[in-house]
């Protein structure tokens, strides 16, 4: 079983519909969890983190991580075509640990 | 500007001949590290450097080098590139933990024939 699980997609969804992204993952000692997104042809950049368990909101995003299924989660509400990229969950044991990324999950928001 | 450069941005080179790609940041951060991103596989961390001199291996460290002798740089040395390193390259910095937020670099393709 690989350390973290991604599906790749694509997701297509029209505008305005909420998005639900998600990872699931083997080790247990991650502690830590962000999720980068990715426009083509640029570099990731970060977008929510998370220590632990729970959930964390900033503007349209929401990121949830449950522990206890090892899974972890970022919801984007009212999407928007600029919000078309690939989002990669990333995560972490110590902080100044090596950092292990999902595959990526390709996302198209349809206008 | 706050950023985080890498040189050169496209690289097409031969089986066995030396390359450095380099990575420079202008934040004064602590935290570097370098990434490769293919296809099917994702992000995948070759290395990173907590401080000056001191670098720990990713989860694809085989067949590359860095070193961390100042804290603006941090490049990436390949001592006989094979065809199988042919990628996208990231170098990114973090003002304090790996986990904090990280500044990627535009990235360099690789292509190694």
């Known amino acids: 079983q690989k350390e973290v699980e991604q599906d790749p997609g694509p997701l297509s969804v029209p505008e305005g519909a909420i998005v639900s992204l998600n990872c699931t993952y083997s080790?247990?000692?991650?502690?830590?969890f962000m999720w980068y997104r990715q426009y083509s042809r640029k570099g990731p950049e970060l977008l929510m983190y998370t220590y632990s368990s729970g959930n964390k909101e900033d503007g349209r995003f929401t990121a949830q991580v449950d522990k206890s299924s090892k899974y972890i989660s970022l919801f984007i509400r009212d999407s928007q075509p600029s919000d078309s990229a690939t989002y990669l969950c990333?995560?972490?044991?110590?902080?100044?640990?090596?950092?292990?990324f999902g595959k990526g999950t390709r996302l198209h928001i349809l206008p | 500007e706050a950023q985080v450069t890498q040189n050169p941005r496209y690289l097409i080179t031969v089986t066995g001949k030396k390359l450095t790609v380099t990575c420079s940041q202008n934040?004064?951060?602590?935290?570097m590290s370098w990434y490769r991103q293919d296809p099917g596989l994702g992000l995948r961390q070759i290395y990173y450097s907590m401080n000056v001199e001191v670098t720990d291996k990713g989860d694809v460290p085989e067949g590359y080098k860095v070193s961390r002798k100042e804290k603006r740089n941090f490049p990436l040395i390949l001592e006989s590139p094979s065809p199988n390193q042919t990628s996208l390259y990231f170098c990114a910095s973090t003002r304090g933990l790996s986990t904090d937020t990280q500044y990627f670099g535009p990235g360099t393709r690789l292509t190694v024939l």
């Open positions: 934040m004064n951060h602590e935290y």
């Open positions: 990333a995560m972490s044991g110590e902080r100044d640990d090596k950092i292990i």
């Open positions: 080790n247990s000692a991650f502690q830590y």
